[in-house]
């Protein structure tokens, strides 16, 4: 199979799955069969994610792909993919999400109209999170980055029959069309200087350029502000805690638990491989916006009702972690040179892995939510009250995604915080690193109160009136929730594999192999 079409592969699948579903939606009709549409969305998610498999079967024998759509090229610096172990390590979250929200949808979803235009859409955003994971150069990450930000506007306003989900897509749009902006006046910033947009070539020119550094730094800030809005980083986060009680809990969860992290991928991608950060400091910033993140986000989760809007603000916090993750590794490169590369490959890889842990845990309690939102027909927390006895494998996977949030050992959000807060402990003698990290330690203890908190509410306490009634969801819903549930206990009992391959992506990230 050639290589071109192996990278292209799952993005084909996905772009052909949403253009053919309102036709198989027509004929589902016409049979008397409508689940046949979102059967037909299973089986495109499970293709995409069974051809990136291949594709990362690929990328372990050759290190990286690279393929130009250009006959011009490598020359002239146009549209490109460009494939590493980190790539490919985003690209099989993105899609593995996507696969159980969609198994998910069949019974959540059943009773809206338009499902055909729901399941395409989830499609077109999933299809462009791999693309931008997959793009090797800034013009093809913007494409792909505006199809799925546009696809998400629309499955936010999905319901659009209420007014909630239009103003908090609205609002979304807005402000992501703002930041999409400041990205792009960076990158044609970044055109006029060198030439090219292609990734690689930049990170080769920009250290030759002869020119103030004041202006580096401007494209830097506005890469960070740009990409920061989508990653939902404090004080560009304001969308997030309307966008999510909004939208169905389906698209709750591919907000919190992939389309976010694609505005951190993003950020690392370029900071990294285009500005050296043993020659750029932007780790000082990544840290303080970390550390504010992590700071903001909690305090305002504490005052939440709404059990949607305490688990978004709860994904800010957790941008936070894998936020000051990265700005600690680019910190101690700039600071110790190639000597700081223990500390920052130790520091990167708890960001990697924490990227994975908090979608696997945020995707199971945004489903887990919208069960308790099925039965009760409430978002209230008060009202929701001992939903976890009635719905207990509901209850007990929902549990579990809190705990792992919560960085109880042995489940798997112990480790990637742990690697974090190891690697801003290393050199006891550098007081910023120190002190940075205590204060991430004082906000994981602080996160933790309310996390078990929300868990003795939903479990321990008697159920109120709303819930008395509610039993546990259909097979289609409960069983995602159950499977990312044991995920976060397999990975926590047994997390080498994707230490592993989180350290890989890390160290491709960091140019220590594959390039």
Request: contains cysteine.
């Amino acid at each position: 199979m050639p290589e071109s079409w192996i990278i292209l592969q799952p993005i084909i699948i996905l772009f052909t799955g949403a253009l053919l579903t309102p036709l198989i939606e027509y004929f589902g009709r016409a049979l008397k069969f409508e689940k046949v549409r979102d059967a037909f969305a299973v089986i495109i998610f499970g293709l995409s994610l069974y051809s990136l498999l291949g594709i990362y079967e690929e990328v372990q024998r050759q290190g990286q792909l690279t393929y130009f759509l250009s006959p011009y090229e490598p020359k002239m610096g146009g549209v490109s993919f460009f494939v590493d172990q980190f790539s490919v390590f985003m690209a099989l979250l993105f899609c593995l999400l996507g696969l159980f929200v969609s198994i998910y949808s069949v019974k959540y979803m059943e009773d809206d109209t338009g499902l055909d235009k729901y399941y395409s859409l989830l499609m077109v955003l999933v299809a462009g999170l791999v693309g931008i994971s997959f793009a090797g150069d800034l013009f093809n990450l913007f494409i792909f980055w505006e199809a799925m930000s546009l696809s998400s506007y629309a499955l936010v306003a999905f319901r659009k029959y209420r007014w909630e989900p239009i103003e908090a897509s609205f609002k979304y749009l807005v402000m992501s069309t703002i930041g999409s902006l400041t990205a792009l006046y960076a990158m044609s910033i970044l055109y006029g200087l060198t030439g090219t947009l292609n990734i690689s070539q930049l990170a080769a020119i920009i250290p030759t350029l002869k020119i103030p550094l004041q202006i580096l730094y401007l494209i830097i800030v506005a890469i960070i502000a740009g990409f920061g809005v989508t990653a939902s980083i404090v004080p560009f986060h304001f969308w997030l805690p309307d966008a999510h009680p909004a939208a169905p809990s389906g698209i709750s969860a591919m907000l919190s638990g992939v389309v976010i992290k694609a505005g951190v991928y993003v950020i690392a991608r370029i900071l990294f491989t285009i500005f050296d950060p043993i020659a750029f400091d932007f780790g000082t910033t990544l840290v303080i916006f970390g550390i504010i993140t992590l700071s903001v986000a909690n305090f305002m989760a504490l005052l939440q009702r709404d059990i949607k809007r305490l688990l978004a603000f709860s994904s800010i916090v957790n941008i936070g972690y894998i936020v000051f993750g990265f700005g600690i590794g680019a910190y101690a490169l700039n600071i110790y040179g190639a000597a700081g590369y223990s500390i920052a490959t130790l520091a990167t890889m708890g960001a990697i892995f924490h990227i994975f842990n908090h979608a696997i845990g945020k995707g199971l309690l945004f489903l887990g939510a919208g069960c308790f939102i099925h039965e009760a027909g409430t978002r209230d927390l008060v009202d929701l009250e001992g939903a976890g006895k009635k719905m207990p494998w509901t209850g007990t996977s929902f549990s579990l995604g809190l705990l792992t949030l919560a960085g109880v050992p042995p489940l798997s959000g112990f480790w990637s915080k742990l690697f974090i807060i190891l690697a801003g402990f290393t050199v006891p003698g550098n007081t910023f690193m120190v002190v940075t990290t205590s204060l991430v330690v004082l906000n994981a203890i602080f996160a933790a109160t309310y996390y078990l908190w929300l868990m003795q509410r939903l479990m321990l306490r008697a159920p109120k009136p709303k819930v008395e009634r509610a039993h546990e969801v259909p097979i289609l819903m409960v069983l995602p929730v159950v499977i990312l549930g044991l995920i976060t206990v397999i990975l926590g009992l047994w997390p080498f594999e994707i230490m592993g391959f989180a350290e890989v992506a890390t160290k491709s990230l960091l140019g220590l192999i594959g390039g």
